[in-house]
Nanobody
């Protein structure tokens, strides 16, 4: 079992940056493929970025490619999402998710077994 706790969200101006962190606790964290999802009010949860269990493979939704970077540090049981050049859009809650040996391009939320509580990100224009 894995427990996930996100941090790093907040209010940022358009064009700015935020770095989200997800701290994992539990056994065998390095076996888990990790991902970030986001959900705006009234919308479905959507995949943002994923990283394989080894960190050797990453995958992004098209709208964030070149601006967001997902990374992980298995020694610290953590995964990160560096978000640059943020666009003004509806506030969203960003969630960290984990699934055993999930590939980086696992984009379906239903495939993930563990979720954090989320961290709010708001980009102002």
């Amino acid at each position: 079992q894995v427990q996930l706790v996100e941090s790093g969200g907040g209010l940022v101006q358009a064009g700015g940056s935020l770095r989200l962190s997800c701290a994992a606790s539990g056994r065998s964290y390095s076996r888990y493929g990790m991902a970030w999802f986001r959900q705006a009010p009234g919308k479905e949860r959507e995949f943002v970025a994923g990283i394989s269990w080894s960190g050797g493979s990453t995958y992004y939704r098209d709208s964030v490619k070149g601006r967001f970077t997902i990374s992980r540090d298995n020694a610290k049981n953590a995964v990160y999402l560096q978000m640059n050049s943020l666009n003004p859009e509806a506030p969203a809650v960003y969630y960290c998710a984990a699934a055993v040996f999930a590939p980086a391009n696992c984009v379906a939320a239903r495939e993930y077994d563990y979720w954090g509580q989320g961290t709010q990100v708001t980009v102002s224009s």
